[in-house]
């Protein structure tokens, strides 16, 4: 005997928020504990409060060169994975330990999620913009270089990476009308509508909140790593979105990685960190030819992907 349809309706929305968990757990799924073959400790963390927001008040974690900055100085701006629902600023700690180890101020931002404070994608996002926003007016005291202020982020982190770039929709205020210089992104939601991830809990705004969607012309250089195996971010919408920059001359790096589910490309997720290191790796050389970066990555590959 089939069940009820009101029964199914429940299943269905359990399964989504079973899915939403497993997201939020992302980072700490198959561990591994080998040790990293470069320095974890040549950095400064500062903190600040960008916003106070109802549900709680939002921090910048700043990962700064000990010696050797140079002022002012390129700096990348890094979000969180989860889904939207949870996880934390700690998910791009070692690759922002890295990046200022090569003189690049890192820095990872709190932003709102489902579990810990209620909220919905629209606070994300806002929260999002006005941490960039934070970034570029307080500039000089932070000694960066606003022509030179990277933006990424993993999984529901690289959709608002993109949403910094592309979505103004949601801004609470005046408009933020800074662009990133370059986006950064790992295995990114970039449509969020039924065809993509996260159009359940965006509802009417599937279309506003969705990168794809909004893909323009002035959309900086951008970098995607994705697993082709990837089963929350179908590998058809990269391909989609590489296709519409192509069309726009929209600059773009994209790597794929055979048989890769999501979040492969994680500290720990693989013995030796390969996937982390490869893409680590490539996120550098992409930063030096950019012009953020000089010199070489600091560490070498036994496996690199071409």
Partial sequence: MFPHFSSIAKLARLFTLLTLFVLSLEPLLGQHKDLLPFDTTNYELQEAVYKEALQADLKLHFYKPKSGLKEPSPAILFFFGGGWTGGNHQHFATHSKYLASRGIIAITADYRVRKEHGTTPIEAIQDARDALRFVVEHADELAIDTSQIVVGGGSAGGHLALCTALIDHFDEAEKLEYMPKALVLYNPVVNTTSAGFGSKMLGKDTINASPYHHVSVEMPPTLIFHGKDD??????????????????????????YPDQKHGFFNVGRQPSHRYFLETLYQSDQFLVDQGFLTGQPSFELSNKID
């Avoid at 089963?231 to 790096?253: C, F, H, Q, R, W």
């Fill in 231 to 256: 089963t929350t971010v179908p590998i058809s919408n990269i391909y989609a979105l590489e296709k519409k920059m192509d069309s726009l001359g929209v600059e773009n790096t994209i790597y794929i």
